[in-house]
């Protein structure tokens, strides 16, 4: 049985510091790219950032870039995302992803079912 799970979510004041991490079980975990999503109330879910399968290249987004680092221990099936000088409009549900392509190329996706992260004083 596949699973992603979430954890690290919390209340932080702002400019403070978070790490969530990501424990996935039931496949290859190494095989696959990690991403972070978050979703704030009312709005759509957008990407945070992704790191591809070895940890090589990752990728944010412009309203991170600087404050959030994102990585993976393969050897613990965990991924991670570090968050630094936090805002009050970071403020959303985390939701990380597993995505790979199988043998025929069809993209294959795993979702955890979210942390909470409140940024407020």
């Known amino acids: 049985q596949v699973q992603l799970v979430e954890s690290g979510g919390g209340l932080v004041q702002p400019g403070g510091s978070l790490r969530l991490s990501c424990v996935g079980s039931?496949?290859?975990?190494?095989?696959?790219?990690m991403s972070w999503y978050r979703q704030a109330p009312g709005k759509e879910r957008e990407l945070v950032a992704t790191i591809t399968s070895a940890g090589g290249v990752v990728h944010y987004a412009d309203s991170v870039k600087g404050r959030f680092t994102i990585g993976r221990d393969n050897t613990k099936n965990t991924a991670y995302l570090q968050m630094n000088s936090l805002k009050p409009e970071d403020t959303a549900v985390y939701y990380c992803?597993?995505?790979?392509?199988?043998?025929?190329?069809?993209?294959?996706?795993?979702w955890g079912t979210g942390t909470l992260v409140t940024v407020s004083s």
């Open positions: 039931g496949f290859t975990f190494s095989y696959y790219a």
């Open positions: 992803k597993a995505s790979a392509r199988d043998h025929t190329y069809q993209m294959v996706e795993y």
